[in-house]
């Protein structure tokens, strides 16, 4: 079994660090790959990881791409920079795993797929929403015709950051610019999750807006200045003529932060969050439910309870470990199955296509 080694840039020890509680843990369930070193911003930061992981820590990126052992650089770092240190990687002719948003715009996505390509390295993104086990099985009911025809799906989610408070750490979300919105983020995680399930999107409508203006810090209560939308409507049709409805707010909802209906002419589906107060379906525990069609008894399906290492991992590490999976079949057979530079770079062209129906009140036709 060939290893390949790993290097992450964006691994702080914390509780809140999305690499220490994803990736990591991730790495240690899946054999084909292995850590060989970290980068974080700080030298002590750096002394920290390296002695938790027990791998080599650089305060420098760029020394961590440097290193011969290190195949694949994952890229788990804010969005601003995302183009940066993937451009570098690229250029080194490494590997990438970069987290969703691939960039802060649609411009530096096209770049960054460009030069993937030229480099002809192989690139994945992070949109694991799909390896969920219940979203699996939901894909796997629809493509197999057990709810007849898809009529229509509606999906309903909260996003935890863009609420009323915030802490330093977090300010930048509220700005736009930044490439990280509730549209941006929470709500494209999920609508490829849905599209992956019921295919691609024919069209698109959608509203926006900043809800909730007085945002402050939690230090010291000083104000946030917001340019993100907190409020996110996109209608439209699938290819086969479902219509779509989904909304994602910034916060947390005190009823259902995650509800997904998938109607079929002979069933229904409904995924919902099994983790308290969070609405971002790619790092929650779902639960799946089955019914027949005319408002059923919805009937509960049991998760996977396959031994294996990968299947034993909670979410969101669990669902981070499966795309490592699936990206050491693709790099044992040559496949391309897990989400790619290139695919990232249509997801980022959908955000466009919402942005302009927003902005011009007309339906938008994306790729």
């Given amino acids: 079994m060939t290893t390949t080694g790993v290097g992450i840039v964006g691994a702080s020890p914390g509780p809140a660090n999305w690499a220490a509680n994803a990736h990591i843990p991730a790495l240690r369930a899946v ?100 390896y969920a086990p219940e979203v699996q099985t939901a894909r796997e009911l629809v493509a197999s015709g057990t709810l007849g025809s898809i009529q229509s799906t509606t999906l309903t989610g909260s996003g935890i950051a863009w609420g009323p408070r915030t802490d330093r750490e977090h300010a930048y979300l509220y700005d736009a610019a930044n490439g990280v919105t509730t549209l941006t983020a929470a709500a494209m995680h999920a609508l490829d999750t849905l599209t992956y399930v019921l295919g691609p999107l024919r069209d698109v409508t959608a509203t926006t807006a900043v809800a909730e203006h007085d945002v402050r810090l939690v230090e010291d209560g000083s104000p946030v200045k917001v340019s993100a939308p907190d409020q996110v409507a996109v209608t439209g049709t699938l290819r086969d003529g479902a219509v779509m409805s989904a909304f994602y707010r910034g916060g947390v909802s005190a009823g259902d932060n995650l509800r997904w209906e998938i109607s079929g002419s002979d069933g229904e ?22 019914g027949g069609s005319g408002r059923p008894e919805l009937t509960e399906v049991p998760a996977d309870a396959s031994p294996s290492a990968v299947e034993a991992l909670p979410a969101p590490a669990g669902n981070v470990a499966r795309l490592y999976a699936a990206f050491a079949e ?24 919402i942005l302009e129906a927003d902005r011009s009140g007309r339906r938008q036709y994306p790729e």
């Fill in 269 to 290: 589906l409904l995924i919902t969050s099994r983790t308290p107060g969070n609405g971002n379906l790619q790092a929650i525990e779902l639960g799946l439910s089955v």
């Fill in 31 to 130: 054999p084909e790959f292995e850590l060989r070193a970290v980068a974080t911003s700080r030298r002590a930061s750096a002394d920290a990881a390296a002695g938790l992981y027990g791998v080599p820590g650089h305060d420098d990126y760029r020394s961590l791409i440097e290193r011969p052992d290190v195949d694949l650089v994952v890229v788990a770092v804010k969005v601003p920079r995302h183009y940066e240190i993937v451009s570098a990687a690229l250029a080194a002719g490494k590997m990438v795993y970069c987290e969703w948003p691939l960039a802060a715009d649609l411009g530096q996505a096209r770049d960054l797929a460009a030069r993937a390509a030229a480099a002809g390295v192989r690139t994945v993104v992070g949109l694991q929403g799909r």
């Fill in 330 to 353: 693709d790099l044992r057979t040559g496949s391309s199955s897990v989400p790619d530079f290139n695919h990232a770079l249509r997801q980022h062209r959908l955000v466009e296509a």
